[in-house]
Nanobody, 120 residues
Framework: QVQLVESGGGLVQPGGSLRLSCAAS????????MGWYRQAPGKQRELVGL???????SYADSVVGRFSISRDNAKNTLYLQMNSLKPEDTALYYC??????????????WGEGTQVTVSS
């Protein structure tokens, strides 16, 4: 079992920055994707960005050039650096992990989310 705990959300003015963290407890298998999703009120949850075990990253078009995903393996923590924030970035941000061994199916976990509000 893996537990994911997000932190770092808050209220920020347009143009500001925040860094979200996702601390994972438990062992993460060698084959994985970790990512960030967000859900704004009245909207469906959407992908923000992913990081694979191979080191590849991908981002939603709406955040390219502004957001960046990284991972500290020693701390078992995933980060989302968010710059040039816009009001439309306001949402509940969730951390996600999908992982497997070479012989297992994927197991998937979600955190409970951290609120990001961009407003003047």
């Amino acid at each position: 079992q893996v537990q994911l705990v997000e932190s770092g959300g808050g209220l920020v003015q347009p143009g500001g920055s925040l860094r979200l963290s996702c601390a994972a407890s438990g062992s993460i298998f060698s084959i994985y994707t970790m990512g960030w999703y967000r859900q704004a009120p009245g909207k469906q949850r959407e992908l923000v960005g992913l990081l694979t075990s191979g080191g590849d990253t991908s981002y939603a078009d709406s955040v390219v050039g502004r957001f960046s995903i990284s991972r500290d393996n020693a701390k078992n923590t995933l980060y989302l650096q968010m710059n040039s924030l816009k009001p439309e970035d306001t949402a509940l941000y969730y951390c996600n992990l999908r992982h497997r061994t070479a012989r297992s199916p994927y197991y998937e976990y979600w955190g409970e989310g951290t609120q990001v509000t961009v407003s003047s």
